[in-house]
């Protein structure tokens, strides 16, 4: 108890010495990092015998605890990973295009990052540590295989933490001329630098999925070739790409809640487009999600027909239906966002677009509904003797991936043109060309529609592996070519029409800023059902058909009581956010007080996360 | 009422009649579970409030009635409509919730899992008979005599005894069956029956007999391409 209150009063002179808020969160950092130090001192001894093997902590156990704190780290590390990415899109866009609003968009979404950075190594820490203590031998195992990965990612780490903080904190200072291309190539670097943390940790969590045969050599060729396992791009490319999604709809929510409860006009514009910027990139990535997602489970599936069964046919099956549900949402807040957008942000605009978009609204729901069609119905006994067994006669075809495929296919499309719709509202073809160019598009969205439906009803006629490498293929290169199509024809139809309705920001409902926060929420609660799915497909596995699971927890918990785990972690991931871009603001609310003596700050304040200097400030 | 909440009440009520009294009576279907239903109207509820409130206008039009029917002053007559509603909302959402967890004779509904993952020693087993029409042709002859009195003569799942099975036995010609699995799958199942499905099978309902201890491993592998080659599916394979 003595370490504790030496610990607080710590944090109490701390926070009296530097009234700069990356204090409190510093603070807060280094009070939860102690609150956790006792759960290792708490953990029970393991057998007598032998070396000890696992650990455990009383109540929670160990298995739940390593569950939340890695759930949240991920959580946390996808945010970090994801935003960098787009606000180094921003910046450059500002820096080529000129447009001064992305570069301040960017530096408010860096602002977000370098307060959620400090508390995403955190958690890492306090996960490795509780690994360390509670599963030694398997942590010695996997040690022994990847210790130089272990080296790298330490180096890794030292990396993207000065550039990240070079990023930051010269943001100001290197504004003009060649010191800007210095910056966005210190942009580059942190992307560069943070793709390498993802992937290097990646490969040891997908070795324990999907382990490959370790002959022996050296050290680093061991972890060479154990990093190569089959699920290894896979996930590179699944993760890299929620990150984006995560990170562009927590941004969004962000912009959403202070668009919300914005006294100004000016600030309500702003959030309003930061919302707009946020909820575009989410939908962005999620339009590219389900291709990856689908790459991913081919390769499990071809890795280990046990693990494809369990996760797809067997008893993790039903979580899909929820996966399902929790994209359906996504794409109809996403979709809903726009809509509002086209109606509340271009005056005049809601009778010309309120019939395509009830048709969109109607193709979305149909295409949910046969997504969210299980194959095996829940019913009754008397129900499913109705039926003549689990499958419905009719509606159980719809229950396989030709069907969700080809309708996960068509919401994409939907989705894509839900955005070219709000992309051309308020503009008049002006190009000569105007009228052939919009019959192309419509001829290609058809002709593509079409051929994803024939694809997809021709898929159950076929052997699955004709279905698998070709239709399925097939299909996502025909979303692929019609987004390739009608976004440069869109564009250079654009370039020369006339504007008939200004957009006007800050107009939008407050159902919108909501919508923002449910789509946050949505894919946040979609990470963690699919870190339960990942980890649950391993079985009694510690590292899948090689080191078994020994310990009490050697067995997967049911959907329903892995549902309460997965919503505490969405729950307290999002208290977290919260308080941590409430830390990350305060400055601004402190100089938005001193009013106009805001652009006399000093450039270049030396402040820990969260307190950097802001010379625009106030937003 | 406003005509904009005359009109959801009318999609909603279209919808279930047509889940509940069209849709089972169309050729080759059956009734829908009430999973199902709940499912789908709840698809078509949410529909109907993103398209109400994508304007002001027409946003006030669907809530407008609803708020003025509960919180509006002087609505007249409606009033003792209103303290029904009232009261009547809490009891139904209680019923609702006593009938769903009070004891009842009703067995609850199943979510049971049809494909239970293969033990590891089945998994990426290849079929070590040769495909030649001969083996093909024995091992339709094995299967009209073993299985097809409970999966049909035409490989529909529509044999003599099937009848007597609930949930009744596997249809090989539907798509959705034995075209998505790997013949190693089907190794197990018939090798091992019924009784040797995994935990994650629960509830166990398979009267499959456990072949293992009648027929030789080269007659199941036999049966396996005749199933195929019979119900003119393809086994999922990776190459």
Same mark, same amino acid.
Request: aromatic letters at 14%; proline letters at 6%; one cysteine or more.
């Given at each position: 108890?003595s370490v504790?209150?030496?610990?607080?009063?710590?944090? +109490?002179?701390?926070?009296?010495?530097?009234?700069?808020h990356?204090?409190?969160?510093?603070?807060?950092l280094?009070?939860?990092?102690?609150?956790?130090?006792?759960?290792?001192g708490?953990a029970g001894?393991?057998?007598a015998a032998?070396?000890?093997?696992y650990?455990?902590?009383?109540y929670?156990?160990?298995?739940?605890?390593?569950?939340?704190?890695?759930?949240?780290?991920?959580?946390?590390?996808?945010?970090?990973?994801?935003?960098?990415?787009?606000?180094?899109l921003c910046?450059?866009i500002a820096?080529?295009?000129?447009?001064?609003?992305y570069?301040?968009?960017?530096?408010?979404f860096?602002?977000?990052l370098?307060?959620?950075y400090?508390?995403?190594?955190?958690?890492?820490g306090?996960?490795?540590?509780?690994?360390?203590?509670?599963?030694?031998?398997?942590m010695n195992?996997?040690?022994?295989?990847?210790f130089?990965?272990?080296?790298?990612?330490?180096?890794?780490?030292?990396f993207e933490?000065?550039?990240?903080y070079?990023?930051?904190?010269?943001?100001?200072a290197m504004q003009?001329?060649?010191?800007?291309?210095?910056h966005?190539f210190?942009g #580059?670097?942190?992307n560069?630098?943070?793709?390498?943390?993802?992937?290097?940790?990646?490969a040891?969590?997908? #070795?324990?999925?999907?382990?490959?045969?370790i002959?022996?050599?050296?050290?680093?060729?061991r972890?060479?070739a154990?990093?190569?396992n089959p699920t290894w791009?896979?996930?590179?490319?699944h993760?890299?790409?929620?990150?984006? &999604?995560?990170?562009?709809y927590?941004?969004g929510?962000y912009a959403?809640?202070?668009?919300?409860s914005?006294?100004y006009?000016e600030?309500r514009?702003?959030?309003d487009?930061m919302?707009?910027?946020?909820?575009?990139?989410?939908?962005?990535?999620?339009l590219?999600?389900?291709?990856?997602?689908y790459?991913?489970?081919?390769?499990?599936?071809?890795y280990?027909?046990?693990?494809?069964?369990t996760?797809?046919? *067997?008893?993790?099956?039903?979580?899909?239906?929820?996966?399902a549900?929790?994209?359906?949402?996504?794409?109809?807040?996403?979709?809903?966002?726009f809509?509002?957008?086209?109606?509340y942000?271009?005056?005049?605009?809601?009778a010309?677009?309120r019939?395509p978009?009830?048709?969109?609204?109607v193709?979305?729901?149909?295409?949910?509904a046969v997504w $969210?069609?299980?194959h095996?119905?829940v019913?009754?006994?008397?129900?499913?003797q109705k $039926?003549?067994?689990?499958?419905?006669?009719?509606?159980?075809?719809?229950?396989?991936?030709?069907?969700?495929?080809? &309708?996960?296919?068509? $919401?994409?499309?939907?989705t894509?043109?839900?955005?070219? $719709?709000?992309w051309?509202?308020?503009k008049?073809d002006?190009?000569?060309?105007?009228?052939l160019?919009?019959?192309?598009?419509?001829?290609?969205?058809?002709?593509?529609?079409?051929?994803?439906?024939v694809?997809?009803?021709?898929?159950?006629?076929?052997?699955?592996?004709?279905?698998i490498?070709?239709f399925s293929t097939?299909?996502v290169?025909i979303?692929? #070519?019609?987004?390739?199509?009608?976004t440069?024809?869109?564009?250079?139809?654009?370039?020369?029409?006339?504007?008939?309705?200004?957009?006007?920001?800050?107009n939008?409902p !407050?159902?919108?800023g909501?919508?923002?926060?449910?789509?946050?929420?949505?894919?946040?609660?979609l990470?963690?059902l699919?870190?339960?799915?990942?980890?649950s497909?391993?079985?009694?596995?510690?590292?899948?058909?090689?080191?078994?699971?020994?310990?009490p927890?050697?067995?997967?918990?049911?959907?329903?009581s892995?549902s309460?785990?997965?919503a505490?972690?969405?729950?307290?991931f999002?208290?977290?956010?919260?308080?941590i871009?409430?830390v990350?603001?305060m400055?601004d609310?402190a100089?938005?007080? +001193?009013?106009? *003596?805001?652009?006399?700050?000093?450039?270049?304040? !030396?402040?820990?996360?969260?307190?950097?200097?802001?010379?625009?400030?106030g937003? | 009422? *406003?005509?904009?909440?005359?009109?959801?009440?009318? &999609?909603?009520?279209?919808?279930?009649?047509?889940?509940?009294?069209?849709?089972?009576?169309?050729p080759?279907s059956?009734p829908?579970?009430?999973?199902?239903?709940?499912?789908?109207?709840?698809?078509?509820?949410?529909?109907?409030v993103?398209?109400?409130?994508?304007?002001?206008e027409?946003?006030?039009?669907f809530?407008?009635?609803?708020q003025? #029917?509960?919180?509006?002053?002087?609505?007249?007559?409606l009033q003792?409509l209103r303290?029904? &509603?009232?009261?009547l909302?809490?009891?139904l959402?209680?019923?609702q919730?006593?009938?769903?967890t009070a004891p009842s004779e +009703?067995?609850?509904?199943?979510?049971?899992?049809?494909?239970p993952?293969?033990?590891g020693?089945?998994t990426?087993?290849a079929?070590p008979?040769?495909?030649t029409?001969?083996n093909?042709?024995?091992?339709?002859?094995?299967?009209?005599?073993?299985?097809?009195?409970?999966?049909?003569?035409?490989?529909?799942g529509?044999?003599?005894a099937?009848?007597g099975?609930?949930?009744p036995?596997?249809n090989f010609?539907?798509?959705?069956?034995?075209?998505?699995? +790997?013949?190693?799958?089907?190794?197990?199942?018939i090798?091992?029956?019924?009784?040797?499905l995994?935990i994650?099978?629960?509830?166990?309902?398979s009267?499959? !007999?456990?072949?293992?201890?009648?027929l030789?491993d080269e007659w199941?592998?036999?049966?396996?391409?005749?199933?195929y080659?019979?119900?003119?599916?393809?086994?999922?394979?990776w190459?």
């Open positions: 108890m504790i209150r030496q610990g607080i009063a710590t944090i +109490q002179r701390s926070l009296r010495a530097d009234r700069a990356g204090a409190w969160l510093a603070g807060f280094l009070a939860a990092g102690l609150l956790a130090l006792p759960s290792i708490l001894e393991g057998a032998g070396p000890t093997e650990r455990d902590i009383p929670i156990g160990s298995r739940n605890l390593v569950w939340i704190v890695a759930q949240l780290h991920l959580l946390l590390a996808g945010f970090v990973l994801g935003v960098p990415i787009f606000a180094w910046e450059v820096w080529r295009g000129g447009e001064q609003r570069d301040k968009l960017a530096k408010e860096t602002k977000l370098t307060s959620a400090a508390t995403t190594a955190l958690f890492g306090i996960l490795l540590f509780l690994l360390v203590a509670f599963y030694p031998k398997l195992y996997l040690t022994d295989i990847f130089p990965s272990f080296l790298l990612y330490c180096l890794l780490f030292l933490t000065a550039t990240l070079l990023y930051w904190y010269g943001w100001d003009y001329g060649r010191k800007k291309t210095l966005v210190l #580059f670097l942190l560069f630098f943070a793709l390498f943390i993802m992937i290097v940790p990646n040891w969590a997908t #070795f324990q999925s999907s382990p490959v045969v002959s022996e050599g050296t050290a680093f060729e972890a060479w154990a990093t190569w791009w896979p996930i590179n490319i993760r890299l790409i929620a990150n984006v &999604v995560l990170g562009g927590i941004c929510a959403g809640v202070r668009y919300l914005a006294k006009k600030d514009e702003h959030y487009w919302g707009y910027v946020g909820n575009f990139i989410g939908v962005f990535g999620l590219a999600l389900p291709f990856a997602g790459w991913l489970m081919r390769e499990i599936y071809q280990n027909q046990q693990m494809g069964i996760l797809m046919g *067997g008893f993790l099956s039903w979580l899909f239906i929820i996966q549900m929790l994209i359906g949402v996504l794409f109809l807040g996403s979709n809903y966002y809509w509002l957008g086209i109606t942000r271009i005056p005049g605009s809601q010309k677009y019939r978009i009830f048709w969109m609204l193709s979305l729901l149909f295409c949910l $969210m069609t299980p095996s119905l019913a009754s006994i008397e129900e499913a $039926m003549g067994g689990a499958h419905h006669p009719l509606l159980g075809v719809l229950g396989v991936m030709s069907a969700k495929m080809t &309708v996960s296919n068509l $919401m994409i499309l939907i894509f043109m839900s955005f070219v $719709m709000y051309r509202a308020g008049q002006a190009a000569g060309w105007a009228k160019g919009k019959a192309v598009m419509g001829a290609v969205l058809v002709l593509a529609s079409l051929a994803v439906v694809l997809g009803v021709w898929g159950y006629f076929v052997p699955a592996i004709v279905r490498n070709y097939s299909q290169l979303v692929i #070519f019609v987004i390739l199509t009608i440069p024809l869109t564009a250079l139809l654009l370039k020369s029409a006339k504007t008939t309705t200004e957009m006007v920001w800050g939008m !407050p159902r919108a909501y919508s923002l926060v449910l789509n946050a929420v949505m894919v946040i609660l990470m963690t699919m870190g339960y799915a990942r980890s497909s391993r079985v009694h596995w510690h590292v899948y058909g090689v080191m078994r699971d020994s310990s927890y050697a067995y997967s918990p049911a959907l329903g892995a309460l785990i997965m505490f972690c969405t729950f307290f999002c208290i977290l956010v919260a308080f871009f409430w990350a603001t400055g609310k100089k938005a007080a +001193q009013g106009a *003596g805001k652009t006399d700050l000093p450039h270049g304040i !030396p402040a820990i996360a969260g307190g950097a200097p802001d010379r625009e400030g937003q | 009422m *406003g005509r904009s909440l005359i009109k959801p009440i009318i &999609v909603m009520g279209v919808m279930y009649v047509v889940l509940k009294f069209v849709l089972p009576y169309i080759g059956a829908l579970p009430s999973s199902l239903i709940f499912l789908y109207l709840l698809l078509t509820l949410s529909g109907i993103i398209f109400e409130t994508l304007s002001a027409s946003k006030d039009a809530w407008g009635p609803m003025r #029917f509960l919180t509006g002053n002087n609505i007249g007559g003792a303290y029904g &509603v009232l009261i909302f809490p009891l959402v209680g019923w919730t006593y009938s769903s +009703q067995p609850p509904s199943e979510s049971r899992t049809i494909h993952a293969p033990p020693e089945y990426g087993l079929n008979v040769p495909k029409p001969e093909i042709m024995q091992g339709k002859g094995f299967y009209a005599a073993f299985c097809s009195p409970c999966h049909g003569g035409n490989f529909d529509k044999g003599p099937a009848r099975y609930n949930p036995p596997a010609a539907d798509p959705t069956t034995i075209a998505m699995l +790997q013949e190693s799958y089907l190794f197990w199942r090798k091992k029956g019924g009784v040797g995994p994650e099978g629960m509830p166990w309902k009267a499959m !007999p456990r072949w293992e201890l009648e030789p199941i592998w036999k049966i396996i391409m005749g199933e080659d019979g119900a003119h599916q393809s086994p999922r394979t190459e």
